[in-house]
């Protein structure tokens, strides 16, 4: 048995025996002043951040490990990290049910950063008053940038934030503003902060909610002005864009068993409040960072790692092509009909030959010939790898109903930019699209909360629920209804579709299919049945 705190360099034996790969560094020879410190401490960060960092160290372009600064759990840092001496082992799982193993030692230090927790906020503090530092990351999912409450009101918490200063603030975006506070005092450093969670735009929410913090501070009498114009200032603060794509679930416990089978003694999985954690973590074979590449303060040499470095508009055209043609709507159409139709799971629902045909027909036949090309990321092999290696894969345990969540706040950027490609183009019309409208009909249909054979269900939560549902809630499958009466004010919400269906010449479409899927038992099937046998293109 090996455990993940042994030795790698003097019993590099034990772990080949258990099938793990080792660096040949030795982390702790790696003293260095910290250039990368990363904010969230999640399984994201442990499966592809470190690895990054890791093949820096090997090549000798990384003097030190990275730092790493949770800012939710307190427990974290000590149980996930620091208890297994800041290693991970990430195991990638392959569609074909082979693992990789490889221990990544990359991480240097782990903090919890909270006023609450001085010895972490003070190591902190005086990291970012180093002018070393080039950078920090973040991983901290899209809530945690938020500020503001539905209407656009700032929370109350942040508000207090901002009446007491940079001193002790509670919220973490005011923790990140009173640690720039303190580089700004110790010498006005530069340095880049780059945020890597997926969503579009993602550098512009950090960079708003920063200034947002900063700006009360500066009305509240708390930093003077001239703060405020450091982080403005691109040749010192930067909010570089990202685009970041691979799945990382939980641990899995097919992978704990098989680590535990293999020799691996630290394979138990345990959990910290909503989160799984384990000394692995288990990632899917596919993977996408997209940076644009501005950093004042120098960087790492990212550009001999898998991470592709671009310039503004090339990152955004790599997150558009994600998230309009490649991958989200592939996902949103497997999320609806899942629901509908009994599935648990999305690998499970990949291999069903008419659920697999329809992601096709949306991916490769309707979005494919309008995508917008990056030129950095080929988008049929993108497509490619989400069809035969990423969906299939058993051990990225998604469901269709975690994908359902919001769904009314995904179609506008999902299938909307699609229509739009089509209603501008001269040579294409929103007319030729049959699948995505199919889609949309399914996801009227999912708002009755009745699946495919006429049992009710839960629908997943969604902002919207509570003023669409009602508008189908009468609806009996098998019964004549005017679909158009109860439809036309949700398939003529712009804000929902991004268009109003019925101007752009799919409201009528969608209702049809809609009616198809409500005339009884067994409809949603039999409706994608007959849209694929009328309209499928061959796929080459």
């Keep these: 048995m090996v455990k993940i705190t042994d030795d790698y360099i003097t019993n590099q034996q034990l772990f080949t025996a258990a099938g793990i790969k080792v660096p040949r560094y030795d982390i702790n020879q790696k003293v260095g002043a910290t250039k990368w410190v990363h904010f969230g401490g999640g399984n994201l960060f442990r499966a592809f951040h470190t690895v990054v960092a890791s093949r820096l160290l090997e090549s000798g372009d990384l003097e030190a490990g990275v730092v790493v600064a949770e800012?939710?759990?307190?427990?974290?840092?000590?149980?996930?990290?620091?208890?297994?001496?800041?290693?991970?082992?990430?195991?990638?799982?392959?569609?074909?049910g082979r693992f990789e193993k490889e221990l990544i030692p990359a991480v240097s230090d782990a903090v919890f950063f909270s006023p609450s927790n001085p010895a972490g906020w003070h190591k902190l503090f005086s990291t970012f008053e180093n002018?070393?530092?080039?950078?920090?990351?973040?991983?901290?999912?899209?809530?945690?940038?938020?500020?503001?409450?539905?209407?656009?009101?700032?929370?109350?918490?942040?508000?207090?934030?901002?009446?007491?200063?940079?001193?002790?603030?509670?919220?973490?975006?005011?923790?990140?503003?009173?640690?720039l506070f303190g580089r700004y005092k110790a010498g006005k450093y530069p340095m880049a902060l780059v945020s890597t969670d997926n969503f579009s735009q993602n550098g512009e929410r950090l960079e708003k909610s920063v200034l947002t913090i900063a700006k009360g501070w500066q009305e509240n009498g708390f930093v003077p002005t001239e703060f405020l114009d450091y982080l403005k200032?691109?040749?010192?603060?930067?909010?570089?864009?990202?685009?970041?794509d691979r799945i990382t679930?939980?641990?899995?416990?097919?992978?704990?068993?098989?680590?535990?089978?293999?020799?691996?003694?630290?394979?138990?999985?345990v959990q910290e409040g909503h989160t799984k954690f384990a000394a692995f973590s288990n990632t899917e074979e596919v993977h996408y960072l997209v940076i644009e590449d501005d950093f004042p303060n120098g960087r790492p040499a990212f550009e001999?790692?898998?991470?592709?470095?671009?310039?503004?508009?090339?990152?955004?055209?790599?997150?558009?092509?994600?998230?309009?043609?490649?991958?989200?709507?592939?996902?949103t159409a497997l999320a609806v009909n899942g629901s509908l139709l009994g599935f648990d799971s999305i690998s499970k629902e990949v291999s069903d030959p008419d659920m697999l045909a329809l992601i096709k027909q949306i991916g490769y036949g309707e979005g494919l010939p309008v995508v917008t090309d990056p030129k950095v990321i080929d988008p049929r092999e993108f497509i490619d790898q989400v069809i035969t290696k990423r969906l299939p894969n058993p051990f990225i345990p998604d469901k269709p109903q975690r994908i359902a969540c919001d769904t009314s706040q995904k179609l506008a950027v999902r299938y909307?930019?699609?229509?739009?490609?089509?209603?501008?183009?001269?040579?294409?019309?929103?007319?030729?699209?049959?699948?995505?409208?199919?889609?949309?009909?399914?996801?009227?249909?999912?708002?009755?909360?009745?699946?495919?054979q006429g049992k009710s269900f839960a629908p997943s939560p969604d902002?919207?629920?509570?003023?669409?549902?009602?508008?189908?809630?009468?609806?009996k499958l098998g019964e004549k209804t005017d679909v158009h009466a109860h439809l036309k004010d949700i398939l003529a919400n712009k804000a929902i579709f991004g268009h109003n269906l019925y101007e752009v010449g799919l409201g009528e479409r969608v209702e049809k299919y809609f009616e198809s899927q409500i005339s009884g038992i067994g409809a949603v099937r039999k409706t994608l049945e007959a849209t694929l046998?009328?309209?499928?293109?061959?796929?080459?």
């Design 71 to 96: 800012t939710h759990n307190a427990n974290v840092a000590n149980d996930v990290y620091n208890k297994y001496n800041n290693r991970t082992l990430r195991v990638i799982t392959h569609a074909d």
């Design 131 to 179: 002018s070393a530092l080039q950078l920090a990351t973040f991983s901290i999912t899209e809530k945690g940038y938020n500020l503001w409450d539905t209407h656009g009101n700032i929370l109350p918490t942040v508000q207090d934030d901002i009446k007491r200063g940079p001193s002790a603030p509670k919220n973490n975006m005011a923790g990140l503003v009173a640690l």
């Design 233 to 244: 200032d691109r040749a010192t603060i930067t909010f570089p864009f990202s685009m970041i």
């Design 249 to 269: 679930p939980n641990p899995s416990e097919t992978v704990s068993e098989q680590l535990k089978n293999d020799g691996f003694e630290d394979y138990q999985i």
């Design 304 to 331: 001999k790692t898998d991470v592709i470095l671009a310039d503004r508009d090339t990152v955004n055209k790599a997150d558009e092509m994600k998230v309009t043609t490649c991958l989200n709507p592939l996902h």
């Design 416 to 452: 909307g930019v699609t229509i739009s490609h089509y209603a501008d183009d001269p040579k294409r019309q929103p007319a030729d699209l049959h699948f995505i409208p199919l889609v949309l009909a399914t996801w009227c249909r999912y708002l009755m909360a009745v699946d495919d």
């Design 463 to 475: 902002p919207l629920l509570s003023e669409l549902q009602p508008k189908v809630s009468d609806i």
């Design 533 to 540: 046998s009328k309209y499928a293109k061959e796929i080459k």
